[in-house]
Structures are given as C-alpha cells and as structure tokens.
C-alpha cells in the first residue's frame, strides 16, 4: 500500500539553525513527489516537484532532496517567516489522485 | 493568470440552507480537485475532475454536490450539510491529474 509518513511532528528552531524535515514513503510507481508549505487559515503553497532518486532542488533557504525510500526538506539559517506547516505529497504513476503525509509544524523563534 | 481563486472567503449557513462554493483557474489547467481540511490535518481529497469529467468521488456524502461547467470553472453544491461538515474547503488545479496541484486561498465554511 502507497503511504507517506513526516517526521518529526512538529520542531521549534531558533532563528539561523538550519535543519531538515523528513518524508518517507512507499509506493509501486513514483511519478512524483512534491512539497508544500501552508500558513494557518490559507490554501498549500507549492514549493518543488521531485522525480527521481538523486534530484535535488533549491528555492531561497530550502532545498528538497530525494532518494528511493525518502525525501529531505533542509533549511538554511531559517527565519521566523519560514514557521508553517510542511507537506509532503507522494503522486503514483497509476492513478489521478495524491497521498498527502501528515505535515510537519515548523515554528522559527527570533 | 497563475492563480487558483475562490469565493467567497468566508460561509456561515444553517443546515437547511443551499449554498455554493466556485473555484477559477486560468492557467489551461485539465484536472481540478476539491478538498476538504480540518485544523491540524493535511487535506482530504473530496473529488476530481479530470478534462470536465468527474473522475474521483472518494465516498463524499450526497449533501456535497460537485460541478464543473468548463475547463475553468468548478462548483460545489452544499445542501443540508451537518455542523461536522464545518472546515475549510480548498480548490485546486494541475496540468494534469496526478501532477503538481496549485492551491486557491480556501473557503472557510461554519454550519450552524
């Protein structure tokens, strides 16, 4: 069965201590896995899109990476406007909907 | 256009009320998805429409009833809903589905 799990729950950083979040998954047929961040109250902002083990993609202070079995979401130096919530989304290569992991809570304190 | 949109931002209604919920996209998206999310859970996938045709209805209750006029446009009909159906609703859209979704900003919706 085609599953996503995030870790940890939640994590408190101070602001310039870089992290990563992860996700790991299972699935017969990756065609991709995406990342997302979502602030209280508003709809998911997607941030990058990763199709196979070995890509690595990078916006700002986040870079995501991605392997067989997971994938890393590391932040850099992180400022208080980095604290949402991050979602991990598995799509599988044979049906049209996603798998969405649980989320991570990020807060950043000054 | 790189936007999802919806309107209205806010909905309060009694469960005898019916109500509708619209979602526009013009980025020449084909697949567009309705969700359903409770405070501190990741989305729940409601339906999707897949060049205008429903092609997912994961079990939703029949008091929720989905539309999509065109390529841009998508409905959600309400009817008779329970105070448990109170949530925010978000609307999204991607090339295709099963591809990246792009989110709109949510309707924030309370049954009374």
């Known amino acids: 069965e085609d599953q996503v799990t995030q870790s940890p729950e939640a994590l408190r950083l101070q602001e310039g201590e870089s992290s990563s979040l992860n996700c790991s998954y299972t699935?017969?047929?990756?065609?991709?896995l995406f990342w997302y961040r979502q602030d209280p109250g508003k709809g998911p902002e997607f941030l990058f899109t990763l199709y196979s083990a070995g890509e690595e993609k990078e916006k700002e202070r986040l870079k995501a990476t991605l392997t067989k079995k997971e994938s890393f979401l590391h932040i850099t130096a992180p400022k208080p406007e980095d604290s949402a919530t991050y979602l991990c989304v598995l799509a599988e290569t044979s049906y049209d909907k996603v798998i969405f992991g649980p989320g991570t809570s990020l807060s950043v304190i000054p | 256009d790189t936007e999802v949109t919806q309107t209205p931002k806010h909905l309060v209604m009694g469960m005898t009320n019916k109500k509708s919920l619209k979602c526009e996209q013009h980025m020449g998206h084909r697949a567009m998805y309705w969700y359903k999310q409770k405070a501190k859970k990741p989305p729940e996938l409601m339906f999707v429409y897949s060049y205008e045709k429903l092609s997912i209805n994961e079990s939703v209750p029949s008091r929720f009833s989905p539309e999509c006029p065109n390529s841009s446009l998508l409905n959600l009909h309400l009817h008779a809903l329970q105070p448990e159906d109170s949530a925010l609703y978000l609307c999204?859209?991607?090339?295709?589905?099963?591809?990246?979704?792009?989110f709109g900003p949510g309707t924030r919706l309370t049954v009374l």
């Open positions: 699935v017969s047929g990756l065609r991709g």
């Open positions: 999204a859209s991607s090339p295709q589905a099963g591809l990246e979704q792009f």
